[in-house]
């Protein structure tokens, strides 16, 4: 069934904003805000609920860097389309409004720089230049220093530190095995690598990101932006990273990355946890094997938490069974001392009529904090999207059918979708604008993958109209003190 966009009481929204601003009557100070995200707001401000807009203002070729100055040499794994269908995935760096674009690997694309898209005008640029690769035998490909990553296609596994500011990816498929990623020890012998963390704060267009002479051309300073934290780390670290999904939550004031791992190719991935430490510090990462999955499996598949609830949310099929939906984690019951305590329940999906729906291997997931629901995307509409929203009985037990409705755009503006591997790690719930983020397929024609925002249906007033009028409310709540002060002192 097809929802009909409404509209959420604005008044209940700007009273739980008040609550959180005013404390016993007092006016707290609002979190100061780095990023400069006025070019976005105004892009929504005049998008209806249900809408998309295309917030790109030039095309991601102006990015890529020409062998000239460095950029990969033309050849059958330079293509930047390659870059993007090979299961490629963004980031949102929350603390510069930026969205970062990293993959590639396999079979699909060589290079391993990072491109960056600026929040503040629209703009792709690039973060970094390439590694250059060396021939390893047995068709490795290894970054001429090892301090950098091999491209990868990541799936689902890009994600932003912000308490520590790096952004971090689990890898993938890396270029030309497939396997994991490989670095050498001090004998030329392979060794795992990752996760890899990039320090934004050294984003460079012009310096490769390893190690100086690390690039295409001899004379190319590195920016040594990369950190390989195979080896710091405590606890049981995660399994192949192919395939896998993650995703992001601060608990106790630190990064926190929740992400599924599949043992042996078993079909059934587990779920660690990653917290890593400060790499300015010297402080160690920690893995926990918190839960493990039993009632859902899956192959490609994206994944989100439901921070109303404690749930991971994953897209899957069920268990010896060919019917797909969600597989789902409580977060709230994990045990890393013993993971098979919390084991995946598969969830399926019904619209309103009792019809089922089933999900997809190349849907996208994300949680939208504000309505509390999943908006799932695969682009095989365009701009249809569905809400799925969790259900529990009286007793706070989750059911195991929730519902969902499609809702189509209601903007004649919309990506072109078609994804030729699905959309996984392309689609992201921006919290600070309480709106989606989409990396369009990458279209020939253009030479670009586009930048859209997606506006959900029922969506609170803006945030500044809600800031300034939970500040003025806070205003009227100190003048009242004055004057009850006052009129005590009269008395």
Partial sequence: MLRTPNTRNPVSCVRSLVATVITAGVLLPLPSVSADLSYLQSLLTTTPEGGWVKASTNVLQDAVAPPAIGGLPNGTYSDPGSLVRAWSAIAWDSNRGNALLWG?????????????????????????????????????FYVVDDAAPQ????????????????????????????????????????????????????ADANKVGGTTGSGYLPTLQGGEMWSNRATTFTGTRGQSPLEGTSAYRRENGKDVVYTSRDSNASGFPDL???????????????????????????????????????????????????????????????????????????????????????????MGIAYDDVNQRFVLWDGKERGAVYYATPSFDANGVMRRTWSVDKV????????????????????????????????????????????????????????????????????????????????????
């Fill in 104 to 140: 590639g690997g396999h079979a699909s694309y060589m290079g391993n720089e990072i491109y960056v898209w600026q929040g503040s005008n629209g703009t792709w640029t690039r973060g970094s230049l390439p590694s250059q690769l060396v021939n390893g035998g047995n068709a490795i």
């Fill in 151 to 202: 491209s990868a296609h990541p799936y689902d596994n890009n994600v932003f530190l912000p308490v520590i500011d790096r952004f971090v990816s689990f890898g993938g498929g890396t270029f030309n095995t497939g396997g994991g990623w490989l670095t050498r020890d001090g004998n030329g012998n392979p060794v795992f690598a990752g996760p890899w963390l990039w320090n934004p704060a050294r």
């Fill in 272 to 362: 660690y946890r990653y917290e890593p430490g400060n790499p300015q510090t010297g402080e160690l990462d920690r893995w926990d094997m918190v839960a493990i999955g039993w009632n859902a499996s899956s192959a490609q598949s994206s994944a989100a938490i439901d921070s109303a609830n404690g749930l991971y949310v994953r897209i899957g099929n069920r268990a010896n069974a060919f019917d797909m939906g969600l597989s789902v984690w409580n977060l709230n019951t994990i045990n890393p001392n013993n993971p098979e305590a919390t084991r995946d329940s598969f969830v399926e999906l019904a619209f309103a009529n009792g019809a089922r729906f089933e999900t997809n291997k190349d």
């Fill in 408 to 491: 189509l755009s209601t903007t004649a503006a919309q990506p072109q979708g078609n994804f030729a591997n699905g959309v996984l790690g392309k689609w992201l719930y921006i919290e600070e604008l309480d709106a989606f983020m989409a990396l369009d397929e990458y279209q020939v024609a253009t030479k670009d993958a586009a930048i859209w925002l997606y506006k959900p249906v029922g969506v609170v007033p803006e945030t500044t109209t809600l800031l300034m009028m939970a500040s003025g409310l806070a205003l009227v709540f100190a003048r009242r003190r004055k004057l009850d002060t006052a009129r005590r002192k009269r008395l």
